[in-house]
C-alpha cells in the first residue's frame, strides 16, 4: 500500500508534536532553537545517508509501502520525514530527560 511509511511517519511526528504543546519541551518552549536543531540534525544525516549510497552501504530497495518519489538516488521523500521525526524525538528526549532529573535532585 503505498504512502503507508509516509503515512505512519507523519502520524508519529503529531504525536511528538502533541506531547511537546503538553510539555513544552522542543518547538513549544524554542521554537527557533528547534527548528535550527532540527535542520542541522537533518542535514548531518542526510550528508551521512548520501555518503553510505556512494559508498552501495545504503539502499532503498523494492517496497511497495513508500510513494516511490526520490528526493535524489536511492534517498527516497520518506527518508527526510523520518530524519525530521528522528531529530525532533530526540529533542523532545534530551528535553525531558533534563527536566526530569532536575525535578529528581530536588
Not at 553510505?52 to 530497495?61: Q, R, T, V
Not at 526520490?70 to 527516497?76: G, I, K, N, S, V
Request: proline share 2%.
Amino acid at each position: 500500500m503505498p504512502g503507508l511509511y509516509l503515512g505512519a511517519i507523519i502520524f508519529s511526528l503529531a504525536g511528538l508534536v502533541l506531547l511537546d504543546r503538553r510539555f513544552k519541551l522542543a518547538f513549544f518552549a524554542n521554537a527557533r532553537l528547534a527548528a535550527v536543531i532540527t535542520v542541522i540534525a537533518v542535514v548531518l544525516f542526510s550528508i551521512w545517508d548520501a555518503l553510505g549510497i556512494a559508498n552501495h552501504i545504503f539502499f532503498k530497495g523494492e517496497n511497495n509501502l513508500l510513494i516511490g518519489l526520490q528526493l535524489f538516488h536511492e534517498y527516497p521523500i520518506e527518508e527526510l520525514f523520518f530524519l525530521t521525526l528522528f531529530a525532533y524525538c530526540g529533542q523532545i528526549a534530551m528535553a525531558g530527560w533534563l527536566r526530569f532529573s532536575k525535578q529528581v535532585e530536588k
